[in-house]
């Protein structure tokens, strides 16, 4: 079992920045893969980016050069740098963890004034 706690939302202008955490307890050695998701109201959740346990990074063509996943191992932490933000990024953003299920986070809110 694995629990993931995301935290770093806010209200930020277009253009800004902000930085996702995602802290992660549990079977921490058993992820294959930690992902962020995000959910704008009336849109079905998407995939924002991905890491695998092996290092390898995926993005969504709509974040691709603006957002970056990363891990400090040490912490047993994800993050999700999201510059030069736009009013559509607005979304509740969620940590996922794979480890042949998958285990959501709580989210957390992200708005971006235009």
């Known amino acids: 079992q694995v629990h993931l706690v995301e935290s770093g939302g806010g209200l930020v202008q277009a253009g800004g920045s902000l930085r996702l955490s995602c802290a992660v307890s549990g079977s921490i050695y058993s992820i294959n893969a930690v992902s962020w998701y995000r959910q704008a109201p009336g849109k079905e959740r998407e995939l924002v980016a991905t890491?695998?346990?092996?290092?390898?990074?995926h993005y969504a063509d709509s974040v691709k050069g603006r957002f970056t996943i990363s891990r400090v191992n040490a912490k047993n932490t994800v993050y999700l740098q999201m510059n030069s933000l736009k009013p559509e990024d607005t979304a509740v953003y969620y940590c996922?963890?794979?480890?042949?299920?998958?285990?959501w986070g709580q989210g957390t809110q992200v708005t971006v004034s235009s």
């Open positions: 996922a963890a794979d480890i042949g299920r998958i285990y």
């Open positions: 890491l695998t346990h092996g290092g390898n990074t």
